[in-house]
């Protein structure tokens, strides 16, 4: 894998220079995380631009995480969040439960509006990550409405726009926003794995690499229900058993590795090896 992991489209230097300058007109940040890698999830680039402002951690898609280390990660990240949560966005009482954080971090700012003589004003949030964290999700929940699209891929948001949440609390959205540089090659992997980084981008027979030996470390059972197989080996014996099992194939009938990686990470990718965390 490349010791240096570079994808930074057009759209998302856009994105980021359209952030700085609206982030001095928002109360509170709020930043989703991926429970299956959290640390990797916080964007170093847009941390720098949210100054001052209340910040509020989202850790999502907690169902197809490792309970226990969901929970080390929402103690260990109360240090840098004013507020952190975790939210299963599949539940509709998502959105009440973020609601209320906001609210209650916003009433600071409307005890100041009335300390002026004026009518409370909606608190303003802005809801920020990188691609493929569920932030539309997040938006829809809120909102109690299909005010986002949806789709399992990154790069799906790409303009900016405000929501209105109810009377007292205005949402805008943001595309998903990657760090220029990866300089980490184990954050940039983690994030090729859950979908944040285009699949381009980074090679699936070094990410399904990475992913076994991962595995056969930390969740050395996990390919025993999906795929029958009891011991991960090397990379390229789990591949091929893969292949045969599920039939596989490639034009010359043989086993086919490159239909097996790409198999072995869609599901990882959907869970379906288990609830697995990669930090």
């Not at 009377?167 to 954050?187: A, C, H, Q, S, V």
């Not at 994030?191 to 056969?216: Q, V």
Request: aromatic share 6%.
């Amino acid at each position: 894998m490349a010791s240096q992991i570079h994808w930074f489209p057009g759209h998302m230097k856009k994105a980021l220079v359209e952030i700085e300058e609206k982030i001095k007109t928002v109360d509170i940040v709020i930043e989703l995380l991926d429970a299956r890698c959290p640390f990797s999830s916080i964007n170093d680039d847009l941390e720098k631009r949210i100054q001052n402002k209340k910040k509020i951690g989202i850790i999502s898609k907690s169902d197809l995480a490792d309970s226990k280390r969901t929970l080390f990660w929402q103690e260990e990240l109360r240090k840098s969040f004013d507020d952190i949560l975790t939210v299963d966005l599949t539940r509709n009482n998502a959105g009440d439960i973020i609601s209320k954080s906001v609210a209650k971090l916003g009433t600071l700012k409307h005890e100041k509006d009335k300390a002026r003589g004026m009518k409370p004003q909606p608190i303003k949030a802005m809801i920020i990550g990188v691609p493929n964290v569920g932030k539309s999700s997040l938006i829809n929940r809120l909102a109690k409405r299909k005010a986002a699209g949806v789709q399992n891929k990154p790069g799906y948001t790409r303009g900016e726009q405000w929501i209105k949440v109810n009377n007292d609390f205005l949402l805008l959205d943001t595309p998903g926003i990657l760090p220029m540089n990866y300089e980490n090659r184990k954050k940039a992997a983690n994030l090729a794995l859950i979908g944040s980084i285009r699949e381009e981008i980074l090679p699936n027979s070094d990410l399904c690499e990475t992913l076994l030996e991962y595995l056969k470390v930390t969740y050395p059972d996990a390919l025993k229900t999906r795929f029958e197989i009891n011991e991960i080996s090397n990379a390229n014996d789990v591949l091929c058993n893969i292949a045969k099992k599920r039939g596989l194939l490639s034009n010359n009938g043989e086993p086919s590795i490159e239909k097996a990686e790409a198999v072995l990470l869609k599901e990882f990718k959907d869970g379906k090896l288990g609830k697995i965390s990669l930090e």
